[in-house]
Each structure stands twice: as structure tokens, then as C-alpha cells.
């Protein structure tokens, strides 16, 4: 089998990165599709959204199952997700709010009302993140953090994963060589991901000045 390279291929060093995922896929099989998507649990800019398809349509030809392929990258979203979330413990709370203190325009009760938030909504946070862009990958690092259960994360992570890959492993799988169709939505909506965390920096940016000028003025 060959998924080939110029199935994702678009002339860029991303499309050259997904190509080498594709050919890790064509040597090992579904274990290269895994190791693809904990490396772009690390690696955000590597999409998913192409990975997954390709691993769906390596199995629509016959080079593995179906559900291998949709296993190992859930196992593979899994792994990447720990490596993050070991960061996250590893730096801890205590460090995390020396860090805040030090930072213009932040500090330590910012840090402490996130964590507040986590502990409250954390499960959630976990779960639903594994379908947002790029906060897929980021939400395993203040369940870190905050020390959530490994099992709970463990758990919550796979769910919300397997769910996910399964439908982008079944868009290549039925798609086949047009999975790229639902790569162009899905390049709108991490736009648009970003473009939300971009308004929501300045608008914190914005407002924190305004409160500190605020209370220069009460002085």
C-alpha cells in the first residue's frame, strides 16, 4: 500500500511534515498513524484533521482494519496527551503562580481563579476540548497543573478522542481521495479558534489596564 505523499502534500514544510507521517503510516502501518497524532498532540500545527482522514483512507484500501486504525489513534492521543500533561505537573501550581507575580499586567489571584474554575469545570474542559483546534492539545497542561486524577484524565481524554478520531478516520474511510473537502471547514473553524483567544488576550489586556489606571486615580 501507499497512501501516497501527494495525497497531502500542498508544496509547504507542513505538508511536507504530513507527508512524512503518511509514509511512517505506509512502513508500519496504524502504529505510524498513532505516533502521527501524539505528535501532533505536542505539535499543534500538525492537523489532525489531515492525519486521521489519510489513516481512514490507508484502511478503506485494505493496507490495515478499520479499527486499527481508529485504536492506535486514540492510543496515540492518549500518549501525546500525557507527555503534556506531565509538563503540567512537573511545573506545578506553585511555580505556575512565582511565574504570575512576575508578569506584567497578571498576578497571583488570576492564577488562583483559574485554578478555582478547573477544579469545578475541569471534566468538561477536558473532555470537550479534545474537539476544539488547538486547545486539543493545550487542556492536558493545566489538568497537569492541577494534579486531576490520572485515571479521570486518562479516561476523559480517550473518550472525548475516540469520539473525534472516529469521525475523521470514517470521513477518509467513505471520502477517500476528497477528504480534503472537510480539511478546508475544519482550517476555518481553528481560525476561528484563533481569532476568539486573540480578541479574549487584548480584551484582558484592555480591561486590566483600565483597572489599574483606575485604581492609580483612587490613590
Do not use: C
Amino acid at each position: 500500500m501507499t497512501t501516497t505523499a501527494s495525497t497531502a502534500a500542498d508544496g509547504s514544510w507542513l505538508g511536507a511534515l504530513v507527508d512524512a507521517v503518511v509514509g511512517l503510516m505506509d512502513v508500519i502501518g496504524p502504529y505510524g498513524a498513532g505516533i502521527g497524532i501524539a505528535a501532533e498532540n505536542l505539535f499543534p500545527p500538525l492537523p489532525s484533521e489531515a492525519i486521521l482522514p489519510l489513516a481512514g483512507l490507508a484502511a478503506s484500501r485494505g493496507a490495515f482494519a478499520l479499527w486499527e486504525a481508529i485504536l492506535w489513534t486514540t492510543v496515540g492521543s492518549v500518549v501525546g496527551a500525557l507527555v503534556l500533561y506531565g509538563i503540567g505537573a512537573w511545573f506545578g501550581l506553585e511555580r505556575l503562580r512565582r511565574v504570575a507575580d512576575r508578569l506584567p499586567l497578571v498576578n497571583v489571584a488570576d492564577v488562583d481563579r483559574t485554578v478555582a474554575w478547573f477544579h469545578r469545570h475541569g471534566a468538561v474542559a477536558v473532555f470537550f476540548g479534545r474537539f476544539i483546534p488547538i486547545f486539543r492539545s493545550l487542556i492536558s497542561i493545566p489538568a497537569g497543573v492541577v494534579h486531576m486524577p490520572i485515571w479521570k484524565f486518562v479516561l476523559l481524554t480517550a473518550a472525548g478522542s475516540l469520539i473525534w478520531n472516529t469521525i475523521f478516520v470514517l470521513v477518509g474511510w467513505y471520502l477517500g481521495e476528497s477528504w480534503h473537502i472537510v480539511e478546508q471547514y475544519m482550517d476555518v473553524a481553528q481560525n476561528v479558534v484563533i481569532a476568539v483567544v486573540v480578541i479574549a488576550v487584548v480584551w484582558f489586556v484592555v480591561a486590566r489596564i483600565r483597572s489599574l489606571r483606575a485604581d492609580e486615580r483612587a490613590e
